[in-house]
């Protein structure tokens, strides 16, 4: 079946510290893998996507590491700041191009 | 640039009727896709609309129904509404959809069903 699932459903970081989000998929098929940003009262938002071919892509503080062999994948949010304080989400590309949301991780920036 | 557009944002219904959500797509934007938000399912899939033809469906029942406009506006609607249909639902736009994964979420609607 198509399913991506979290390890931790929250995940508690110091303000500055370095935060890891972490994802287990089970489609191979996957073209790409996504995470996306969802803040209270607000719809998901985009943050970074890798294809199936790469094992990491970086953006502005956010990297994305891809470990097909064991079917995992992760977002690092270096210097977190309490703006970062939401509920991530991986998703990946189904069937026809749907997105296979993950059950979502929630993340606490302390002060 | 306007936002995905998602009306109303909050709606009450009693059990047995229908609803019609709205979703106003990223100009230019031809794709939009649905999904229901719950706590205990996550984000799931309802089904994806390109030039007004449904493309991509997911494993909702046949109450779950939808269409798209040639503005590439499109509606949702739910029949004979049920207690578990209670969820947020979250309209996402794109330019063409498949291959695609930048979205663009709507803030969606809550719909509460009682």
């Known amino acids: 079946g198509e399913s991506v699932g979290l390890h931790l459903p929250t995940l508690s970081v110091q303000e500055g510290d370095n935060s890891i989000i972490n994802c287990a998929y089970s489609?191979?098929?996957?073209?790409?893998f996504i995470w996306y940003k969802q803040e209270s009262g607000k719809g998901p938002q985009f943050i970074i996507d890798?294809?199936?071919?790469?094992d990491k892509r970086q953006g502005q503080r956010v990297t994305v590491l891809l470990n097909k062999t064991v079917k995992h994948l992760s977002l690092q949010i270096a210097a977190t700041q309490p703006g970062d304080s939401a509920v991530y989400f991986c998703?990946?590309?189904?069937?026809?191009?749907?997105?296979?949301f993950g059950q979502g991780t929630e993340l606490s920036v302390k002060p | 640039k306007a936002g995905v557009t998602q009306t109303p944002r909050y709606l009450i219904k009693t059990r047995g009727q229908q609803v019609t959500l709205s979703c106003s797509p990223i100009?230019?934007?031809?794709?939009v896709s649905w999904y229901q938000q719950t706590p205990g399912q996550g984000l799931q899939f309802l089904f994806e609309y390109f030039s007004e033809t449904q493309r991509n469906k997911g494993n909702f029942p046949g109450r779950f129904s939808g269409r798209q406009f040639s503005n590439s506006r499109s509606e949702m609607n739910v029949s004979t509404l049920e207690l578990g249909d209670s969820a947020l639902y979250l309209c996402?736009?794109?330019?063409?959809?498949?291959?695609?994964?930048?979205?663009?979420f709507g803030q969606g609607t809550r719909l509460t069903v009682v």
């Open positions: 998703a990946e590309t189904g069937r026809g191009g749907k997105l296979i």
């Open positions: 100009s230019g934007h031809r794709s």
């Open positions: 996402a736009s794109s330019l063409e959809g498949r291959g695609t994964t930048e979205a663009f």
């Open positions: 890798i294809r199936s071919n790469m």
């Open positions: 489609n191979s098929a996957s073209d790409y």
